[in-house]
């Protein structure tokens, strides 16, 4: 006659249970559902991930489906049943390969369910033939094509591409194509079987045309459901990427400019620090906005540029080279450079010797010139690639160049003869200084 | 420096687009100094702030940044031009992407120049397309050079007739490339400063012209952009 300690009691224990079940959610119930094995499979590998769902012997499970089988075909109805609605298992949680006398065992089995069947129905009579063929022939169909639509999803896992239905279909090998075709004409044969033997002839064609007429008008009925899901799909993935590409923003731009910016703020009491930190950031980001591989291009340029940077014979651009070359020079001689390239070609040894004394003359005018900005103009034709380096500083006169002064005479002009090129000085005292440079493409490039 | 006929002229009226009220601040203040050249008589932050304000005030000359939202310079230059064609644009850009620049240069843009030029150089540039000059800044040179260079690989030109840069047209923009003032670039082809503007603005025009055939698409075609 207490009810109330009573209440209390029980919904202090089963509270308790509620919260021991919650602590142990994520260990538990994350593997609890029912998932199809890869490795222990025969078919569908529904047996297997059964037994690992049961944590009983594979074997076990097999038993259990001949068993069915044999009473009254239940066994396949239920396999087929479990192989449609439960997933199929991921690539990393196959752990065991089946070995082959596995595979003897379950084939045994497979056939001993069968053959007790047949055996069971013959002797009682329960059951025509009429039934066990078409059903077989129909389900041995349904097996073929729900294999493959399994390969499919597995060379999706594989690959990692949201190929979706397009992939299942025109993905395939031919024989894998060959597999699906036959798989469906099986259905549609035991299907038919069936049908024509329930039927008499004659009521055939209303039959069929009531079926079809009754697919159809499904479909139709179905039709603005088909196309929110399919809208729907669509505006969760767009809704998905665009996600994405704000992450990566927020991303680069936490890397980037918030760590320049902060870095600025301390900075800011010395002036040429700041300056070379600002103009650094700039030109990355300058880059990752518009350069060759930049966000900015487009996910297929992007893409192109990825293939071209993949192949090995092409290591870089020349406007990429003459970019880096420009961006070391800025940040370590606090200079601007200002860079405009037109045209643009795969570098080859000669590009790089050009590059390279490019780079010399630029540091030459960072050192000598006693002016903040260099300008350098790149024309690439079709047989010479052309360099101007000029600055608009002191200059100099070139006969009074000391002996013992090797900048020019070696790093620009020695590299440009080595591979012949060409160099050509324009400079005065007060006139700034203008290097030219100028290089012969090798000849294949231009097919 | 300053010839008399020169202090005689009335300060140009600049009327400043940009998205950025900071960096509109920034050119306001730099033009302050050149005060007897220029002066900014409004400012607008968006499209049709910008479309509004310069029918309004009417100013000579608009510096006009390429990336905004809801179409940017372009889009700008679109909607004012027809009723207002005595207004000048000068494209005021940081971006490095050739499609843009041309894209406005194409909307008839009267030069374009880099967000990194000094204030002497801005105030010089928008007193020179107020005069009816075009103003090319290297980059822009280069993008124009690259858009009508001819490329083993390239789009075949469609229309020749229309669009070839003449051998000297080609040499200006060349120096222009490559860094040099218009003045130096007189002295290096042995003509008048006055040709040289003459050539920059049949470049221009040319490149205003070319929109019978796609010139940014063309660009884009040769990934310059």
């Known amino acids: 006659m207490a009810p109330y300690p009573c209440a209390c009691d029980h919904l202090g224990v089963s509270s308790q249970q509620l919260v021991e079940e919650e602590n142990a959610t994520p260990e538990v119930f994350a593997d609890r559902r029912l998932r199809r094995s890869g490795s222990h499979k025969i078919a569908g590998g529904v047996a297997g991930g059964l037994a690992e769902h049961l944590n009983v012997p594979v074997i076990w499970v097999r038993a259990g489906f001949t068993l069915l089988t044999a009473i009254g075909f239940i066994g396949p109805l239920a396999y087929v049943l479990l192989w449609m609605f439960a997933a199929q298992a991921p690539p990393e949680e196959q752990t065991s390969q089946m070995d082959a006398k596995e595979r003897q065992q379950g084939i045994a089995l497979l056939a001993l369910g069968v ?28 097996a073929l094509v729900w294999r493959e639509a399994d390969e499919a999803q597995r060379r999706k896992w594989r690959d990692g591409a949201r190929t979706g239905v397009t992939g299942f279909f025109g993905e395939g090998s031919a024989k894998a194509r060959l597999r699906l075709i036959v798989g469906v004409l099986l259905v549609c044969g035991g299907v038919g079987l069936f049908l024509f033997q ?40 767009r809704a998905r990427i665009r996600d994405q590409e704000r992450e990566e923003i927020a991303a680069h731009l936490h890397d980037s400019v918030l760590q320049t910016l902060a870095l600025i703020q301390k900075q800011a009491e010395n002036p040429r620090e700041v300056v070379k930190l600002a103009r650094g950031q700039e030109r990355q980001l300058r880059t990752w906005l518009y350069g060759p591989t930049g966000y900015g291009r487009g996910r297929a340029a992007a893409a192109e540029a990825n293939e071209a940077a993949e192949t090995p014979v092409s290591g870089g651009t020349l406007h990429e080279a003459i970019a880096v070359a420009c961006g070391e020079i800025e940040d370590s001689f606090d200079v601007s450079v200002e860079q405009v390239v037109v045209g ?49 500083g002191k200059g100099f006169d070139p006969d009074q160049v000391p002996d013992d002064r090797h900048g020019l005479a070696d790093s620009i002009r020695g590299r440009m003869d080595r591979h012949g090129g060409k160099v050509r000085l324009r400079t005065s005292p007060g006139e700034g200084t203008e290097v030219q440079l100028e290089m012969p493409r090798k000849k294949e490039a231009k097919a | 420096m300053t010839t008399p006929e020169q202090e005689d002229r009335k300060p140009v009226r600049v009327f400043l687009v940009d998205d950025h009220a900071l960096f509109r601040a920034g ?35 608009v510096l006009l940044d390429v990336h905004m939202p809801d179409g940017g310079g372009a889009e700008v230059l679109r909607r004012v031009r027809p009723a207002n064609p005595a207004v000048v644009f000068l494209a005021l850009s940081v971006s490095d992407a050739a499609e843009d620049v041309i894209a406005v240069i194409r909307g008839g843009a009267r030069g374009y120049v880099t967000k990194t030029i000094s204030s002497q150089e801005l105030a010089k540039s928008v007193r020179r397309v107020a005069e009816g000059d075009a103003v090319f800044s290297p980059r822009l040179a280069g993008f124009v050079l690259d858009a009508f260079s001819e490329r083993p690989g390239a789009a075949p030109i469609a229309d020749p007739e229309l669009d070839l840069l003449t051998p000297r047209e080609r040499e200006v923009l060349r120096l ?19 040709t040289v503007e003459t050539h920059v603005s049949s470049v221009l025009r040319k490149t205003q012209l070319s929109n019978r055939y796609e010139l940014s698409r063309w660009a884009t075609d040769r990934r310059l952009v």
């Not at chain 2, 730099?30 to 008589?41: F, K, N, R």
């Open chain 2, 27 to 61: 050119v306001r203040a730099e033009l302050a100094a050149h005060g007897e050249d220029v002066e900014v008589v409004g400012e607008a932050g968006s499209v049709g702030e910008a479309v509004a304000g310069i029918e309004h005030h009417r100013p000579d000359v």
């Open chain 1, 198 to 237: 329930q039927v008499s002839p004659a009521l055939v064609p209303p039959v069929l045309i009531a079926i079809l007429a009754t697919l159809v008008g499904v479909g139709v009925i179905t039709v603005p459901w088909w196309l929110r899901l399919v809208r729907d799909l669509d505006d969760e993935r």
């Open chain 1, 115 to 142: 053959g007790l069947f047949i055996v069971i129905t013959t002797l009682s009579g329960s059951l025509a033939s009429w039934f066990i063929v078409p059903t077989t022939v129909g389900i041995g169909g349904a």
């Open chain 2, 176 to 194: 222009l490339a490559r860094g040099y003032a218009y003045k130096e670039i007189a002295s290096e082809l042995f003509i008048s400063v006055k």
């Open chain 1, 344 to 392: 643009d070609c795969p570098m080859d040894v000669r590009l790089t010797a050009l590059v390279q004394a490019a780079r010399e003359a630029i540091v030459n005018s960072a050192k000598h010139s006693g002016v903040g900005e260099v300008s350098v103009y790149a024309e690439i034709e079709p047989d010479t690639v052309t360099v101007f380096v000029r600055d608009r």
